[in-house]
């Protein structure tokens, strides 16, 4: 079976999509695009053979369609993830799933009415194999209790309508949802921290940014945001443990030595960093679309998250420590 996909948004993100699922991932295919910009849909769809709905509703609703990936502006979201679900279609989602808690828990509440779960947030750091090993060994409790755990999220630059809230709620969403799932557990409470600031950041935004948060069990956290760092898109993270501490490497592939010494590339942008996370992130999603399964980060996960950037968005405006308001989990999510 082939599922027959239909993308919301086919901007930067979703044109990377489209060639992963057409190159190399199994089991799927691109078969209609919409888009506000007609033009780019247009564009898409003459590229990849597929038909071109006006309306984001009428894709989903149509019967050429059997599974829907939303690549759209993160407050675009919330609208068409619950028409895909009263569809009763599968949807995967990138992130943020919503921008809001409130949003976050309207999709929950057509999920649970729907009976089951159809959502998949776009975390892709939980499909990457480094991080897979990292949970591999704290969950085999080869390094005792996890007490800390550093993590550093650096880009080269970033685009001029990138906002001062998109550090957080675009950036840092990936370093709280990686913690949520290497710790498995809620975070509690953020603190944010503003150390000096570099030269090459627009005027509106304050870069670097230092997150503090704090699990439920007294895990400390730290997520180190610079993205404006000038030389590289450079992901960190070390778990530090009661007995010993597992990190990530530079990912590098080949080291070369010369005249100069020793150096390795350094990926400069999410596609060739974690351009293996993504591959096998939609394998799994199509697979389970196929079957009638689920797969991968829920809407509770995408809402956690959610919750957490506004307690840090606040914490950053009152430079104090805001606790992380969270309803109680329901059992469809458990």
């Given amino acids: 079976m082939v599922v027959r996909i239909g993308m ?12 992963r699922i057409h190159t190399q991932v199994p089991g799927g295919r691109v078969v209609a695009v919409t888009d506000v910009d007609t ?22 609703t149509s019967t050429d369609v059997d599974a829907v990936m939303i690549c759209s502006y993160g407050p675009a979201h919330a609208p068409d993830v619950i028409a895909a679900i009263e569809a009763g279609k599968p949807v995967f989602c990138e992130k943020p799933l919503a921008p809001t808690a409130a949003e976050c828990i309207a999709i929950m509440a057509a999920e649970q009415r729907a009976g089951r779960r159809l959502v998949t947030v776009g975390f892709m750091r939980r499909f990457e194999p480094s991080y897979r090993q990292l949970k591999a060994v704290l969950d085999a409790g080869q390094i005792g209790n996890p007490l800390i755990f550093h993590s550093r999220h650096r880009n080269p630059t970033v685009v001029p ?16 949802d990686i913690s949520r799932y290497l710790l498995g557990e809620e975070i509690v409470s953020a603190r944010v921290d503003v150390p000096r600031q570099t030269r090459a950041k627009a005027d509106h935004l304050q870069d670097p940014l230092v997150l503090i948060l704090t699990t439920r069990s007294g895990v400390w956290i730290d997520v180190e945001i610079f993205v404006n760092n ?18 990530l490497t530079d990912q590098n592939l080949i080291d070369h030595t010369g005249s100069a010494g020793r150096t390795h590339a350094l990926p400069m942008d999410h596609n060739q960093r974690f351009g293996s996370a993504f591959t096998v992130e939609l394998t799994e999603w ?9 797969t991968g980060p829920t809407s509770w996960d ?22 992380v308001d969270l309803i109680e989990q329901p059992a469809l999510y458990a």
Avoid: W
């Fill in 39 to 60: 033009d780019n849909a247009k564009s898409v769809a003459a590229e990849h053979s597929a038909t071109v709905f006006p309306t984001a509703g009428e894709l989903i």
């Fill in 230 to 247: 000038g030389h590289a898109y450079d992901v960190q993270g070390e778990i530090v443990g009661e007995t010993g501490t597992v990190r």
């Fill in 8 to 19: 919301i948004g086919p901007g930067g993100m979703g044109r990377a999509h489209i060639q």
């Fill in 286 to 294: 199509i697979a389970a679309a196929a079957a009638g399964t689920h």
């Fill in 302 to 323: 995408g809402y956690a998250a959610a919750c957490v950037c506004d307690a840090a968005t606040r914490a950053r405006d009152s430079a104090g420590t805001v606790a």
């Fill in 161 to 176: 309508y990138y906002t001062r809230d998109m550090s957080i709620n675009d950036t840092a969403i990936h370093d709280i």
